[in-house]
């Protein structure tokens, strides 16, 4: 059986396949895979998101400029979130998610 970290690392490689490739390019994310993915798949970053805000979300991801995300950028996007959280749980300890 494969430890937490392992897990967590094949659902983020499968979460990107999940939504990639719908429309055009199997291995990158267009401006509506992304919001899918993220209205889906992270719905409490994700409510309030504008279509001028997904707009900047996808120009700041998109290093190459071929107004796609590949799994570098999403990956990138993802190590982003994971220090917003790191950083909030520092501040606020006791929000901290607990194993059972």
Known sequence: MACPLEQALAVMVATFHKYSG???DKYKLNK??????LT?????????????SLQQLMSHLDC?????VD?????TFLA??????NEFFQDYPNKMP???
Do not use: H, I, W
């Open 22 to 24: 719908n429309e055009g």
């Open 32 to 37: 509506q895979e992304l919001k899918e993915l």
């Open 40 to 52: 889906k798949e992270l719905p409490s970053f994700s409510t309030k998101t504008s279509e001028a």
């Open 64 to 68: 190459n400029s071929d107004n796609e």
């Open 71 to 75: 799994f570098q950028e999403y990956v």
């Open 80 to 85: 982003c979130m994971a220090m917003m959280c």
């Open 98 to 100: 607990r194993s059972k």
